[in-house]
């Protein structure tokens, strides 16, 4: 599907919860302020905005139009991102960086395919770091309520040729086959209130229940997740509690 964020733009960047200054300052670190990063699938810049002000230069790429405009209006007159179109097919139409970073997108990548090309593109101390959830990611407290919602309404994940959805292999699994094979890892910890706005924003975020995947339905899905969410919980609050996994990957050191 073409337009698979389409109108989620907005209740992304709002709704979407951030990473935190930890994992941001553990990124910063690794790839050191003198460099140049691709932040691919950078969405509305959740991790490229806070990134920028801590290395050199962020490239900013994403797929959709929506997402690179809301990250240029959040990032305001901050310096130091370049927010292009682009994906991962198009790498070698970049400029050149040093690391890369994927938030919540290397998961619908051919993900094998996306290694070796860039074993190819990163200098030799170059750095794949993925943030996101762990492995053992607690389930949103309002999960099972959404999921008949969703059921109701019909709406699936799209899925790549090598994706996590297709394949069922987690990312740890292939980097470990790839070209970057030596993996480092650190979790941080948040619990973060959410209201019945927020969980319903959420679902809207999402590529499976964006605006345009809904289309005209939107309004009766929302409709539809407001009673059952105040249904099985009428007090309208909820506690989540996320874990952010910082999952970096090197290649490993070459014999003398």
Request: aromatic fraction near 8%.
């Amino acid at each position: 599907m073409d337009d698979l964020f389409g109108g989620a733009a907005p209740y992304y960047a709002k709704y979407r919860s951030r990473y935190g200054d930890p994992a941001i300052e553990h990124l910063a670190m690794t790839f050191g302020r003198d460099s140049t990063v691709l932040d691919l699938g950078c969405g509305p810049g959740t991790i490229a905005i806070p990134l920028a002000r801590r290395v050199r230069q962020v490239l900013a790429v994403d797929p959709d139009e929506e997402m690179l405009a809301e990250g240029r209006r959040l990032a305001g007159k901050a310096g130091g991102i370049r927010w292009l179109k682009g994906d991962s097919t198009t790498l070698r139409d970049l400029p050149p960086f040093d690391h890369v970073v994927m938030g919540r997108s290397f998961h619908w990548m051919d993900r094998r395919a996306v290694l070796a090309e860039l074993d190819e593109l990163l200098p030799p101390h170059g750095v794949v770091a993925l943030v996101g959830p762990t492995r053992e990611d607690p389930q949103e407290p309002w999960e099972p309520v959404v999921r008949r919602v969703r059921d109701e309404f019909a709406v699936n994940t799209f899925t790549a040729s090598s994706s996590f959805q297709a394949t069922g292999e987690h990312h740890d699994e292939v980097l470990a086959t790839s070209p970057f094979s030596v993996l480092d890892r650190a979790h941080y910890e948040e619990h973060l209130p959410y209201d019945l706005d927020a969980v319903i924003g959420l679902q809207l975020s999402y590529s499976y229940s964006s605006p345009a995947r809904l289309g005209a339905r939107k309004e009766a899905f929302v409709e539809a997740v407001r009673r059952a969410l105040l249904a099985a919980n009428p007090s309208g609050r909820w506690q989540r509690v996320t874990i952010t996994e910082v999952l970096t990957a090197r290649r490993p050191p070459r014999s003398p």
